[in-house]
């Protein structure tokens, strides 16, 4: 792989999903607060670090990072806030305490990973204490010098192809971009799918029975595509098998200026983006190329490498072990050992080995991406491999996640082949997309379809999703609730509950049984308090005030579930949907088809 030109022979677009369902004011440990608190320390300062040292030696990773809304209005809570050093210092003090008991007995070895835990959460500290607390601003940082694209993702981070009315699936968008803007100062250009979970446009009926409706009448849906597009959102990643599968059209918007080439199947490989086809019914100010998302495949060579811990990088004996810990501190000192190595035979973890180790797979790792885009090289225009992780892997999962991050940016950097890290937003800025395609419904769940979210031990859930957001609908289609102060509280709190309701979160943690108990208990939870407000709704619908019992309960649901301030109901009006405005435009180079 040889770079001839200044064009590179191909790229790598590395992504990182970062988010974690709304847990503030829902339980601390072992479920709730406590998973924020560790995402913080162990993956978004550490990956912050790793930008700043990459920044310092003039080297850019060039991701695409996904912060979900939700997880942004964590990171700015003052519940956070004020929590995160506190939860710092614990950690310190329990690596000072594991350091003295390691050399009461004598354990040097041991006593220095404690003193490396304390420098470790140390520098977590400092650097809290320079944001002023404010994490999300240093990522905006690195996004204004170019080294990573912002994306957003659903608000509560929904699981969209079973969001029961295009109105929810609207304002789980729409909410998404209004929140993005307040918390980065602009508008995001690409979203992360739920679950990378699609759906086309088409017939569609509930799965479940819903109460009171009738459950036997399909309607017509939109798809995914149509509300990211109404949001002015421009491109998106689907798992390998959607493309796969997928049929080549042509241009839904008529005769273009230019007129794509056809296209075989071999044309359609998994290193190039494509634009999505389909109706756009209702929408405005078409033009080919810019109105319709582009979607990106995810490479499915290269992932199971970074993120299985059993034949994946994160499995190699010498990395830190993320089970075996020491109590009550919670930290880690042993390595991974090996496969199906019991916790009593756990070594002591090597420090110097494990950095060692991480380049090695940083090199491993690009002799992948070369060798998948290596057959592609002739094509009219540079091949993009897209990787896309969650971004908790990195640092909490494996503990050596951002530094393997590092050394694939550094070994670039020092011998590039032939091949650059790039954004999805400066690849579509600067390349053609290689055609329209329509995909089938899936996800990157098991067997990749939604069976991960609605099976058996789940259904119960959309149930309540779906009869809630029907009431929703019927509540903000209503204009009863404007311009009366109270009644506007209610609505915009029942909107919450309805988003924190759907996120998708809730049926992973029940499928899985990683949480099964608490995520119940926030479905629970969401729901009764759906139910409430609903009932506050409908005494002022009546034109009866609320008692002083329910306004307490109104402030205390408000406090609790304290998410997007300037929510806005009129989202799930009946048939509500963006506009988007006439004077948009676009590089010109993004509406070409090769």
């Known amino acids: 792989m040889t770079k001839a030109s200044d064009t590179p022979a191909g790229f790598l677009a590395l992504t990182l999903h970062a988010h974690l369902p709304y847990v503030v004011n829902h339980g601390t440990w072992p479920h709730g607060l406590e998973w924020l608190l560790e995402a913080a320390a162990e993956t978004y300062l550490p990956l ?39 939860y710092i210092e614990r950690k310190i003090n329990a690596a000072r305490e594991d350091e003295w008991f390691f050399g009461t007995i004598h354990d040097q070895g041991f006593a220095e990973i404690a003193r490396f835990w304390q420098r470790f959460y140390g520098e977590s500290l400092d650097q809290f204490h320079y944001l002023n607390g404010d994490i999300t601003s240093s990522f905006r940082y690195f996004q204004e010098k170019g080294f990573l694209n912002i994306m ?37 250009r690409g979203i992360w799918v739920p679950e990378c979970g699609y759906r086309p446009a088409g017939n569609w009926n509930f799965p479940v029975p819903v109460e009171g409706h009738d459950n036997d009448t399909n309607v017509d849906r939109i798809g995914v595509e149509q509300a990211l597009a109404e949001s002015n959102l421009e491109f998106f990643f689907v798992d390998t098998h959607l493309i796969e599968g997928s049929d080549t059209v042509q241009s839904p918007y008529g005769p273009p200026s230019r007129k794509p080439r056809p296209m075989s199947p071999t044309d359609r490989t ?59 501190g919670g930290h880690r000192y042993w390595s991974v050992s090996g496969p199906q190595v019991d916790m009593d035979n756990k070594q002591r973890y090597d420090m110097g080995a494990a950095a060692e180790r991480v380049k090695v797979h940083a090199a491993h790792f690009l002799t992948l991406v070369r060798s998948a885009l290596e057959a592609i090289l002739d094509s009219e225009k540079p091949p993009i491999l897209t990787a896309p992780f969650d ?166 649901i408000e406090l609790r579930d304290s998410i997007f301030a300037e929510i806005d109901p ?25």
């Open 270 to 328: 998994l290193y190039q983006p494509y634009f999505v086809a389909g109706p756009y019914t209702g929408m405005k100010h078409f033009d080919l190329g810019h109105d319709a998302p582009s979607v990106f495949p995810r490479d499915p060579h290269t992932g199971v490498q970074v993120w299985s811990g059993e034949s994946g990088y994160p499995g190699d004996p010498v990395y830190l072990d993320f089970h075996k810990k020491r109590w009550p």
């Open 391 to 556: 971004a908790e892997l990195f640092g909490h999962w494996w503990f050596e996640g951002p530094l393997w991050l590092e050394a694939v940016a550094r070994q670039l950097h020092e011998s590039p082949d032939g091949l650059e890290l790039i954004s999805c937003v400066d690849y579509l800025d600067q390349y053609p997309r290689a055609g329209f395609i329509a995909m089938p419904e899936g996800s990157w769940g098991a067997e990749g379809n939604n069976q991960v979210w609605l099976n058996q031990e789940t259904s119960w859930t959309y149930k309540e999703v779906y009869a809630a957001e029907l009431k929703t609908r019927e509540i903000c289609t209503s204009t009863k609730w404007r311009g009366h102060a109270i009644a506007e509280r209610v609505v915009k709190q029942l909107c919450r509950e309805l988003l924190l309701l759907e996120s998708s979160d809730w049926q992973f943690l029940i499928t899985t049984g990683a949480a099964r108990d608490y995520a119940e208990l926030r479905i629970n939870t969401h729901r009764d308090q759906f139910n409430e407000l609903a009932t506050m709704w409908q005494t002022l619908d009546w034109g009866t005030e609320l008692s002083e019992e329910q306004l307490k309960r109104l402030q205390e």
């Open 152 to 188: 957003t993702c659903a608000a509560t981070h929904s699981y969209m192809p079973l969001l029961g009315t295009d109105e929810s699936l609207r304002a789980q968008v729409r909410t998404a971009v209004a929140a993005h803007e307040h918390h980065i100062g602009e508008s995001p």
């Open 570 to 594: 009129s989202h799930w009006a009946l048939g509500s949907h963006a506009e988007r405005p006439a004077t948009a435009t676009t590089p010109a180079t993004k509406s070409a088809i090769s």
């Open 48 to 86: 912050l670090r790793m930008f700043g040292r990459l920044e310092r030696d003039g080297i850019a990773l060039r991701c695409n990072l996904n912060l979900s809304p939700i997880l942004l209005e964590q990171l700015a809570h003052p519940v956070f806030r004020t929590e995160f050093p506190q």
